[in-house]
């Protein structure tokens, strides 16, 4: 029952971000509430930790688009392509290393695979706290690596939401390439 409302949940939050819309953070800051047990549960302890980090960037986010935020929407911005390489630098580094950890200090059930989604997803939200489009692009990388993730540990609805995460994320690259080429044209 608790991921049926977690899916719930993080549907309605990715529906939102899409429209680039404030309150995308109620909706997310209730979601990695809960699944922050479900992976503990299942012994993902990366994704476990993870949520508790995001209910933090949920926070800083809220205040950060709450500043930002015009009649037209929350405007948006990419990295550009050293911005870019820099984060993926940092991501992949960032993924080795808690693989490694996470391998040698507890019995996480795929430790390099969950750091992997952990940390890019880190990346990833953090990129959409400060508003880059470039957070679709990692949402994707991200999605395309926690739908067979979750469905070998028999999370089944999640791994199913993630597939809807995926197309939701594919729809917000979209949407948010569009805004910001509508606000670079009216500039």
């Given amino acids: 029952m608790l991921e049926i409302i977690a899916v719930v949940l993080g549907l309605a939050n990715i529906i939102l971000l899409v429209r680039r819309s404030l309150w995308n953070y109620p909706f997310g800051i209730a979601m990695v509430s809960l699944y922050?047990?479900?992976?503990?549960?299942?012994?993902?302890?990366?994704?476990?930790?993870?949520?508790?980090?995001?209910?933090?960037l949920n926070i800083y986010g809220w205040l950060n688009w709450s500043r930002?935020?015009?009649?037209?929407?929350?405007?948006?911005?990419?990295?550009?392509?050293?911005?870019?390489?820099?984060?993926?630098?940092?991501?992949?580094?960032?993924?080795?290393?808690?693989?490694?950890?996470?391998?040698?200090?507890?019995?996480?059930?795929?430790?390099?695979?969950?750091?992997?989604?952990?940390?890019?997803?880190?990346?990833?939200?953090l990129l959409l706290a400060r508003r880059y489009i470039d957070n679709w692009v990692w949402w994707i990388i991200v999605d395309c690596?926690?739908?067979?993730?979750?469905?070998?540990?028999?999370?089944?609805?999640?791994?199913?939401?993630?597939?809807i995460f995926l197309a939701l994320s594919t729809a917000g690259l979209i949407e948010w390439v569009r805004a910001r080429r509508s606000l670079a044209a009216g500039a």
């Fill in 68 to 125: 930002t935020r015009t009649q037209a929407g929350v405007p948006v911005r990419w990295l550009g392509p050293r911005g870019f390489l820099i984060w993926a630098g940092a991501g992949i580094a960032a993924s080795l290393a808690w693989g490694l950890l996470m391998h040698r200090q507890t019995d996480a059930a795929a430790p390099f695979w969950d750091a992997s989604v952990a940390m890019l997803s880190v990346l990833a939200q």
């Fill in 145 to 163: 690596l926690a739908i067979p993730l979750y469905w070998s540990k028999g999370l089944h609805l999640t791994a199913g939401l993630y597939a």
């Fill in 36 to 56: 922050a047990f479900i992976f503990f549960e299942q012994k993902l302890y990366s994704d476990a930790l993870l949520q508790i980090f995001f209910l933090a």
